[in-house]
């Protein structure tokens, strides 16, 4: 099992900018494919972007293309998500979550979760 750890959410304006990052505890963190969702109130949880083990593949949600990027340096331990140009509707929990399988966009193919940090974007 490897325990994550969200941080560097909070409260912003709309247009600004935020990276959140995430800490992994464990050395076998290269092995897995990381992922970031997000879940805003009476919805449900839903994929934002992933990133392969050796960081050559991304992939992003289509409403966030364009404005988040998604990375990871194996040697912290660490994934972020920068997020730029934010809008309200980008406001929700965001979630850091280890899969020891494929990139997936599915929630349910993520075995490792954090708790997550609130990202608000207010206009």
């Known amino acids: 099992q490897v325990q994550l750890v969200e941080s560097g959410g909070g409260l912003v304006q709309a247009g600004a900018s935020l990276r959140l990052s995430c800490a992994a505890s464990g050395r076998t963190f290269s092995t897995y494919t990381m992922g970031w969702f997000r879940q805003a109130p009476g919805k449900e949880r839903e994929f934002v972007a992933a990133v392969s083990r050796s960081a050559g593949n991304t992939y992003y949600a289509d409403s966030v293309k364009g404005r988040f990027t998604i990375s990871r340096d194996n040697a912290k331990n660490t994934v972020y998500l920068q997020m730029n140009s934010l809008k309200p509707e980008d406001t929700a929990v965001y979630y850091c979550?280890?899969?020891?399988?494929?990139?997936?966009?599915?929630?349910?193919?993520?075995?490792?979760w954090g708790q997550g940090t609130q990202v608000t974007a207010s206009s």
């Open positions: 979550a280890a899969s020891t399988g494929y990139t997936s966009r599915r929630t349910s193919d993520y075995r490792y």
